[in-house]
């Protein structure tokens, strides 16, 4: 039985060894730019990508408008080709409501980590399919809508197909309210993107649906993908918004840590409401740097 167990454990060894150090045959692909907390690439990556994002709030929400600034952190460590450790929220929140004698508000956001594996991996085909588990932790400060409940759960699945030049992501899953005082949502989101040459013109598609109203606030609207109001009369409403931008590939095969190598995209895209109900969202500038490393560069040193 040893002896089996010690094959076993060598020939995983050896695949994860030869996965990591062969070619990436998904290096042509993108990440996505909006809905970046949630919308998860489905390939296991090596990354830390800065995120700014400008949300301009709907002048009927009950901040009577106003806007919010956010800054964010986000990782991903590859463990092999096929599973990867994630850590997708965190960062500085700044709000201005629009109300007139509303004082500005800061602070710092929730922590959301998990894991993905790869389920189903068709280099030929360029398709794949991942199922992952995030977990939001109430860590944040409650003057900018975080640090409340006991935190969320998020089982996910995400895919992606394409061509030499035409890349299509897909990510859907809920995000579920583990003490009920949150509201719990579905999230879908669609990305469509064409290569030319270091450019990729993209649009993007999101779709949060309520499914479950907190019991926090007396109001009938929720924060969506990155606030949590725990409004008591929103279930059943959503917010479609498409996202509209790029990304360029700004540096490719960059040395790091002497002989390995990498990558640098800059995004940007522009998200507005194509639903008739807003909520918290009349528009948003997301904006963001991927410093890719490639797979086992921090596993040879």
Not at 138 to 146: A, I, L
Not at 163 to 185: F, V
Not at 245 to 250: A, C, S, T
């Amino acid at each position: 039985m040893k002896t089996h167990l010690y094959a076993l454990s060598v020939g995983l060894a050896l695949w994860s060894v030869e996965a990591l150090a062969g070619p990436d045959p998904f290096s042509g692909f993108i990440s996505p730019v909006s809905n970046p907390v949630n919308f998860e690439d489905p390939r296991a990556t090596t990354e830390v990508r800065p995120i700014y994002a400008y949300h301009h709030i709907a002048q009927d929400f009950a901040t009577n408008g106003g806007d919010a600034h956010v800054v964010a952190l986000q990782l991903r460590l590859a463990l092999t080709d096929r599973i990867a450790f994630i850590a997708t929220k965190d960062g500085y929140t700044w709000i201005r409501p629009g109300a007139k004698g509303a004082d500005p508000v800061e602070g710092y956001g929730d922590l959301a980590f998990g894991f993905k594996g790869v389920l189903y991996r068709d280099a030929a085909q360029r398709t794949m399919a991942t199922f992952g588990f995030r977990y939001e932790a109430p860590s944040g400060n409650k003057e900018v809508f975080q640090g409340q409940g006991r935190g969320q759960l998020n089982p996910f699945l995400s895919g992606l197909w394409g061509t030499d030049r035409l890349h299509l992501l897909a990510y859907t899953g809920p995000r579920i309210s583990i003490d009920g005082d949150d509201s719990s949502y579905w999230d879908t989101s669609v990305h469509a993107d064409y290569r030319f040459e270091n450019f990729f013109p993209l649009l993007e598609v999101n779709w949060i649906q309520v499914t479950q109203s907190g019991r926090r606030l007396a109001i009938n609207q929720e924060g969506f993908d990155y606030f949590n109001l725990g409004a008591t009369g929103a279930k059943g409403t959503g917010v479609v918004t498409m996202a509209m931008g790029g990304r360029w590939r700004v540096f490719d095969d960059v040395k790091v840590f002497g002989d390995r190598l990498g990558a640098v995209d800059f995004g940007t895209a522009y998200e507005f409401p194509l639903s008739s109900r807003k909520d918290l969202f009349d528009w948003r500038i997301t904006t963001d740097l991927i410093f890719h490393l490639e797979p086992g560069a921090l596993f040879s040193f």
